[in-house]
């Protein structure tokens, strides 16, 4: 079954740490993809970055990263020298391919709460 | 372009009453969805649709109904209101093409049930 796991419930932070937050997936697709978004306290869901399973190499934007290893099903994002606005839920999510219908519909993980204290 | 918008921001209804939370996209996506994130959790499906007259349910259906007359709009019904149906409400898009591309999400409805 397809799955996604964000271990993670919660972290916390001081100001300017490097912090990454852990996502695995499961399915059987050999072709997929894996989105990051962010929820900030005002609630809003924002997109972070797409990732499709053929292209392996690693993303940055700024002080946000993201590493993509097919071998261990893990796609982590990394937030490089944290700041207090970095503080939000941060969601994984991956296609689901495998039910019938082309319905694009996610899988979600059930998220990480990140704090960054000053 | 705005994007997908959601009304109302904030609701609160008495047990048993009825509502319509709305939903529209003006990028002409044909996939559309409701989702329902309870508090400190994470997002669960709703109901979705993939065009115009389609829809389906998604994990948690029971007490929700939907319809899509068009590619714009993709209204949540609320029949019977109970209190396990607080929470907060998303809508989301996204177009269709060769690839899984991201879902856009309108800024949700905030749903108490007393």
């Known amino acids: 079954a397809q799955k996604v796991t964000q271990a993670q419930t919660e972290i916390s932070v001081v100001e300017k740490e490097d912090v990454t937050l852990d996502c695995v997936y499961e399915t059987r697709d050999t072709t997929y993809y894996l989105f990051w978004y962010k929820q900030p306290p005002s609630g809003e869901l924002v997109f972070l970055i797409r990732?499709?399973?053929?292209d392996e190499q690693n993303e940055i934007s700024g002080r946000y990263s993201w590493n993509f290893q097919k071998s261990t099903s893990s796609f982590n994002f990394t937030i490089t020298a944290s700041q207090v606005v970095d503080s939000a839920v941060y969601f994984c999510a991956l296609s689901d391919l495998q039910r019938a219908g082309n319905n694009r519909k996610l899988i979600w993980g059930l998220g990480t709460s990140l704090a960054v204290n000053p | 372009n705005a994007g997908v918008t959601q009304t109302p921001k904030f609701r609160i209804l008495k047990i048993g009453q009825s509502m319509t939370l709305q939903c529209a996209q003006d990028m002409n996506h044909n996939y559309m969805y409701w989702y329902r994130q309870d508090p400190g959790m994470g997002l669960k499906l709703i109901y979705y649709?993939?065009?115009?007259?389609?829809?389906d349910k998604g994990e948690v259906p029971n007490g929700y109904n939907v319809s899509r007359s068009t590619t714009e709009d993709f209204p949540l019904r609320l029949e019977l209101a109970a209190p396990s149906q607080t929470s907060v409400y998303f809508c989301?898009?996204?177009?269709?093409?060769?690839?899984?591309?991201?879902?856009?999400f309108g800024p949700g409805t905030r749903l108490t049930v007393l």
């Open positions: 649709s993939v065009g115009a007259g389609i829809t």
């Open positions: 990732r499709n399973s053929f």
């Open positions: 989301a898009s996204t177009k269709g093409g060769p690839s899984y591309n991201e879902q856009f």
